[in-house]
């Protein structure tokens, strides 16, 4: 009987013992809890014990949330940064094609994209792309810690230029993948960027932006600067309608209808057509 009673007391000093350790552990988490301005219970019926170390109210903490590495402050919708990288294989690479005199497609792919496949798959027959003479094609996947080096390496054929950075993807701003942006290193300047489904579309997006960009650069009217695109190309276009007395807010620039844009129907057919049209 004295040696039952013994027990039971040693038990019951344990259990006293592991409560008061999980009481201690607990009261620690409560005050590293209030340290950083969190409330317990009801924020309003706490208010006055919630105190800091100099007695004071304890204001709320800020956690700065950050998404990714900061952009540039000199990043606008046509820079175009060097891509800067290591190949599959390990060795560094750096491609600048602002710099570089011609047309330059970076394609961003990743491999683990069913959409990219047909790209990879695409790019093994380099002459059947459709794209303009001299253009420079250069992958980007993400770097080696977001991507195998050697599945990369397994689906990019010898001969294709292929740079694994992930801060590239940054500074072109890439939404997803298949993404691609084309620049001319003539103007230094981006021309043209969109996503894509076949090569197909890729080629017309080139041809698209090439043309555009020729058909820009060899307007000479007074008020055209050769070169501009963005915000600049938008701001030129704003100073010749201001020019030719269309102030913000015409009626001329929020058409409803074809009549709005073209006057009445009998107005847009010439005048023997207009004739028969009446006599009808």
Known sequence: MVALSVVLGVV????????????????DILKALHDLGAGVGDPAGDAAHDH??????AGPVSVPLTMG????????STSAPAVVGVTPSGDALAVAPATSGGLTLLAFLTTGCATCAGFWEAFRQPDHLG?????????????????IPGEVASLAV?????????????????PGSPFFVLIDGGTGRRIGEGVANRMSQVAELVRRAEVDARAFALDTRPGRDVGLDGPQRESAN???????????????????????LYGPPDARLPSATRHVHRAG
């Not at 800091?52 to 109210?57: I, L």
């Open 12 to 27: 019951v000093l344990l259990l006293a013992v592991l409560v008061a350790g999980l009481l201690r552990s607990h009261a």
């Open 52 to 57: 800091g170390a100099d007695g004071r109210a």
């Open 131 to 147: 794209l303009p003479a001299a253009t420079r094609l250069v992958v980007v996947t993400k770097g080696p810690e977001r991507e």
């Open 238 to 260: 704003d100073a010749e309608l201001l020019a030719a007395g269309v102030l913000p807010g015409d009626p001329s620039l929020y058409p409803k209808s074809l009549e709005d």
């Open 158 to 174: 010898p001969g294709l230029r292929v740079v694994m950075s992930s801060d590239a993807w940054t500074d072109y701003e890439v």
């Open 69 to 76: 590495p900061a952009l540039a402050a000199d990043r606008d």
